[in-house]
């Protein structure tokens, strides 16, 4: 059989590689020209790619969103104002393109003079097109098949000079060239055989790359690690959990081995004040989940520490709870913020934890001072706060225990979990996605230590809603010089919500079963507008200009908690609310 140029010409450069044909009785393969694909040309957006300086993280343009909570402070503001009250019902899609992946998509996309880069499950980094959704590039690096992900999610990457640095859930920090999405360097930071894993953007401070791993639940040592921005080096490790003999090791048991496997994961990127050079992180609960198995306080678990990010020293810290037994990680972060108190300005912190209190603190070149703590959802467990530490007096009634059944408000997933907070300087309003009126009861038991396996104790496990309740989810309104709550609004679910405040006195926020993505008025929380979505939005929105037009941007894909909480609504109201699809896809609008 004789095979004719024009009929292989005809054959595509893919299916070439694939193709066979019968020559005298035999098979022969046609092999491609080249094992390694060659790249087209560079788009010209990405020619022209600004690199991300220290000066630019540290004041980004207005236009811009170029770190997690788009400045170091942490508020989710936007200074761009085209959006307003009056416009917001004008809202249209501009674009959407589907990831790909399934599974909860939770990262914001970040945004470089009109260059978009998105992380999703999957271990994926898209690279887009800002103003029109033409894909430019996309990254996913395989994961070892004996991983244990837990929340097979990522929050998001950072930018520096002409890279795109990305936390692989195996442990990994990918360095990525912007322009081409080809691998610049990887530099393993833990040993995911030991049940590491990594879910957050990093944070990136004048060349240190800062990032910490998840895993808390399986038992490991939490930690926060710097590594050299250009070289993958690592600069310092510093742990949640202090080995004997280190500061806080009193608070442990002694002459145990507990600092090995005791928690304090880190999971949501922290916030930073250039002017002390500190980095403050939130920390995970201790394990196993009930305190009577580790008697003490526990440091630094369920706590904010403040980082030196030249040494890693922990130069100051604040535990919301001591002991900890109710699963109340402390992961987010307090935001960066000055704000009056008792006729004084306090150069602040302010914090949302998922034990549903407020924390008013104060941030120091050192230490970190308590100012006020109170509730903003239905809280039992804390009778009272130390008006000089902040320490909770605990109603032990309401303390679960090994053999021990307590049931106790807010539930596990807290009056707020790890969604982020947003703070608008104009309204001097902080803004709280927020699940009321739920409640747990748990019963533990001693666990035994397998690597992999989950290190809780956890026997029974019971979501319980309040008799009489008719709401879960609330955005809420609460004003940082005051103290004072200025709105809430009830929404149709829980809610899982990440907030986006902007310049235009409008915010946004998903987080409801029922897939919309809604935009609130910020000084009365009046629902302005709504739009459905392919799933459920748990993502951080973003705002971003581009030829002096602006965008809201969200990825929509449900999942990890948001889900686990679902099913567990499934359980005590059948049939109510309806089941989210999956599918992630990013979003982008604007008024028109």
């Given at each position: 059989?004789?095979?004719s140029r024009?009929?292989?010409r005809s054959i595509?450069?893919?299916?070439?590689?694939a193709?066979?044909?019968?020559?005298?009785?035999?098979?022969q393969?046609?092999a491609?020209?080249?094992?390694?694909?060659?790249p087209?040309?560079?788009?010209?957006?990405?020619?022209?790619?600004?690199?991300?300086?220290?000066?630019r993280?540290k004041?980004?343009?207005?236009?811009?969103?170029l770190?997690?909570r788009r400045n170091?402070?942490?508020?989710g503001?936007?200074?761009?104002?085209?959006?307003?009250?009056?416009?917001?019902?004008?809202l249209?899609?501009?674009?959407?393109m589907a990831?790909?992946q399934?599974?909860?998509?939770?990262?914001?996309?970040?945004?470089n003079?009109?260059?978009?880069?998105?992380?999703?499950?999957?271990?994926?980094v898209i690279?887009?097109e800002?103003k029109t959704?033409?894909?430019?590039?996309?990254y996913?690096?395989?994961?070892?098949?004996?991983?244990?992900n837990?929340?097979?999610?990522?929050?998001?990457?950072a930018?520096?000079?002409?890279?795109v640095?990305?936390?692989?859930?195996?442990?990994?920090?990918?360095a990525?060239?912007a322009?081409?999405?080809?691998?610049?360097?990887?530099a393993k930071?833990?040993?995911?055989?030991k049940a590491?894993?990594?879910?957050?953007?990093?944070?990136?401070?004048?060349?240190k790359?800062?990032?910490?791993?998840?895993?808390g639940?399986?038992?490991?040592r939490?930690?926060v690690?710097a590594l050299d921005?250009e070289t993958?080096?690592?600069?310092?490790k510093?742990?949640?959990?202090?080995?004997?003999?280190e500061?806080?090791?009193e608070t442990?048991?002694?002459?145990?081995d507990?600092y090995?496997r005791?928690?304090?994961?880190i999971?949501?990127?922290?916030?930073?004040?250039p002017?002390?050079?500190?980095?403050f992180?939130?920390?995970g609960?201790?394990?196993?989940?009930?305190?009577?198995?580790?008697?003490?306080?526990n440091?630094?678990?369920?706590?904010?520490?403040?980082?030196?990010?030249?040494t890693?020293?922990?130069?100051?810290?604040?535990?919301?709870h001591?002991?900890?037994?109710?699963?109340?990680?402390?992961v987010s972060?307090?935001i960066?913020?000055?704000y009056?108190h008792?006729?004084?300005?306090?150069?602040?912190?302010i914090d949302?934890?998922?034990?549903?209190?407020i924390w008013?603190?104060?941030?120091?070149?050192g230490?970190?001072?308590?100012?006020?703590?109170?509730?903003?959802?239905r809280?039992?467990?804390?009778k009272s706060?130390d008006?000089?530490?902040?320490?909770?007096?605990i109603d032990?009634t309401?303390?679960p225990?090994?053999?021990k059944?307590a049931?106790?408000c807010?539930?596990l997933?807290?009056?707020?979990?790890?969604?982020?907070?947003?703070?608008s300087?104009?309204?001097?309003l902080?803004?709280?996605?927020?699940?009321?009126?739920?409640?747990?009861e748990?019963?533990?038991e001693?666990p035994?230590y397998?690597v992999?396996e989950?290190?809780?104790?956890v026997?029974?496990n019971?979501l319980?809603?309040?008799a009489g309740?008719d709401?879960?989810?609330?955005?809420?309104?609460?004003?940082?010089?005051?103290?004072?709550k200025?709105?809430?609004?009830?929404?149709?679910?829980f809610m899982w919500g990440p907030?986006?405040?902007?310049?235009g006195?409008?915010?946004?926020?998903?987080?409801?079963?029922?897939r919309?993505?809604?935009?609130f008025?910020?000084?009365?929380?009046?629902?302005?507008?709504?739009?459905?979505t392919?799933?459920?939005i748990?993502?951080?929105?973003?705002?971003?200009?581009?030829?002096?037009?602006?965008?809201?941007?969200?990825?929509?894909?449900?999942?990890?908690d948001?889900?686990?909480?679902?099913?567990?609504?499934?359980?005590?109201?059948?049939?109510?609310?309806?089941?989210v699809?999956?599918?992630?896809?990013?979003n982008?609008?604007?008024?028109?």
């Open positions: 059989m004789v095979l024009q009929f292989l595509s450069a893919t299916a070439i590689i193709a066979s044909v019968s020559l005298a009785g035999a098979q393969t046609i491609p020209v080249s094992n390694t694909p060659v087209g040309p560079v788009p010209e957006i990405l020619q022209k790619y600004t690199p991300v300086t220290a000066e993280l004041q980004p343009e207005d236009g811009n969103w770190l997690f170091y402070n942490g508020w503001f936007s200074p761009l104002k085209e959006i307003t009250p009056d416009n917001a019902s004008r249209q899609l501009v674009w959407s990831t790909g399934t599974e909860g998509h939770q990262a914001p996309p970040i945004v003079n009109g260059v978009m880069f998105v992380a999703t499950p999957g271990n994926q690279a887009v800002a959704g033409t894909l430019l590039w996309r996913k690096r395989p994961l070892p098949d004996d991983l244990v837990l929340h097979p999610t990522s929050r998001g990457v930018l520096y000079g002409d890279k640095y990305f936390a692989s859930a195996d442990c990994v920090l990918v990525l060239d322009k081409t999405g080809k691998v610049a360097w990887t930071v833990d040993d995911y055989k590491y894993y990594m879910s957050l953007a990093p944070l990136i401070v004048d060349g790359v800062m990032l910490g791993a998840s895993g639940e399986l038992g490991v939490g930690f690690a921005a993958g080096k690592e600069l310092w510093t742990y949640t959990v202090p080995a004997p003999g500061p806080g090791s442990w048991p002694a002459g145990g507990h090995k005791g928690g304090g994961s999971w949501v990127t922290g916030t930073y004040d002017e002390t050079n500190l980095a992180w939130g920390t609960n201790a394990a196993p989940w009930f305190g009577d198995q580790r008697p003490g306080d440091l630094y678990t369920s706590s904010v520490i403040a980082l030196d990010v030249a890693g020293q922990i130069k100051g810290h604040h535990q919301y001591w002991n900890d037994s109710w699963d109340w990680d402390e972060p307090p960066v913020v000055d009056q008792d006729g004084r300005t306090v150069k602040g912190l949302v934890s998922r034990s549903g209190y008013q603190l104060e941030r120091t070149a230490k970190i001072n308590f100012v006020a703590g109170q509730p903003y959802v809280q039992n467990v804390f706060l008006p000089k530490t902040g320490r909770p007096d032990e309401k303390k225990g090994t053999g059944t049931e106790f807010p539930s997933w807290g009056g707020k979990d790890w969604p982020p907070v947003a703070f300087p104009q309204t001097r902080l803004y709280i996605p927020a699940n009321d009126n739920l409640c747990t748990l019963t533990g001693a035994k397998v992999g989950r290190f809780m104790g026997k029974t019971i319980k809603i309040v309740a709401h879960v989810g609330e955005l809420q309104a609460w004003n940082v010089d005051t103290g004072k200025a709105w809430t609004t009830n929404m149709p679910s907030v986006l405040a902007t310049g006195d409008v915010l946004f926020a998903g987080g409801t079963n029922d919309m993505f809604r935009a008025d910020a000084k009365t929380g009046k629902v302005l507008w709504e739009t459905p392919s799933s459920g748990t993502a951080v929105p973003v705002s971003f200009a581009v030829d002096g037009k602006q965008y809201i941007a969200v990825q929509s894909g449900w999942g990890v948001s889900q686990k909480m679902q099913s567990r609504f499934d359980l005590l109201f059948p049939g109510k609310y309806p089941d699809p999956q599918g992630g896809a990013i982008v609008y604007a008024v028109k």
